[in-house]
């Protein structure tokens, strides 16, 4: 009686872990929502941290495999703002040529940054939704693990599918 106990305070426990992490998934759209706003002022970008650093701190294996993602888009957005804001201080300061193309530039990588996000904000919002409801299905299952076939175990079923019909087709035409 002692160890069932033991067992269902262990079971709470980890589904009370597995639940917060679940939780902490609603913080990828912020995520990238700030970095969408940060292809215009880079700034607004390192707001993620916030929400990045808390994936961090409450060791949440899911998520913080794809971190580093929008870690790289926010340095990149700093960098780009960054060398082209210098650029156009320093074509300002020594009146070398019109400003203008810099001005072209900085729109042309707002719309790279944009897309940029928005790729890679669909590629870890499928994963993470992916992660997230294997993470309820284990929880749902009672601990029962309950694989679903791969791509390729479908694409054999498939072909052997096919073979098969191709096959009472030709004894058909016997």
Aim: aromatic share 14%; charged share 15%.
């Amino acid at each position: 009686m002692n160890e069932q106990i033991y067992y269902d305070e262990t079971r709470a426990k980890n589904i009370a872990k597995f639940t917060s992490w679940i939780e902490q998934t609603k913080s990828i759209p912020k995520i990238y929502a700030l970095l969408f706003f940060g292809a215009v002022a880079a700034p607004i970008a390192w707001l993620a941290w916030f929400f990045i650093l808390g994936i961090y701190f409450r060791r949440n294996p899911f998520l913080k495999a794809f971190m580093p993602i929008p870690i790289i888009i926010m340095t990149l957005q700093t960098l780009f703002q960054g060398v082209l804001l210098y650029v156009n201080f320093r074509m300002t300061a020594t009146s070398t040529g019109s400003t203008e193309i810099i001005h072209v530039v900085y729109f042309c990588t707002i719309i790279f940054f944009f897309l940029l996000t928005l790729i890679f904000s669909k590629i870890h919002f499928s994963a993470t939704k992916r992660v997230s409801q294997n993470i309820r299905n284990m929880l749902y299952s009672q601990g029962e693990v309950t694989a679903g076939k791969t791509i390729k175990e479908k694409a054999l079923a498939k072909i052997n599918e096919v073979k098969q019909t191709l096959k009472d087709g030709v004894e058909a035409l016997k």
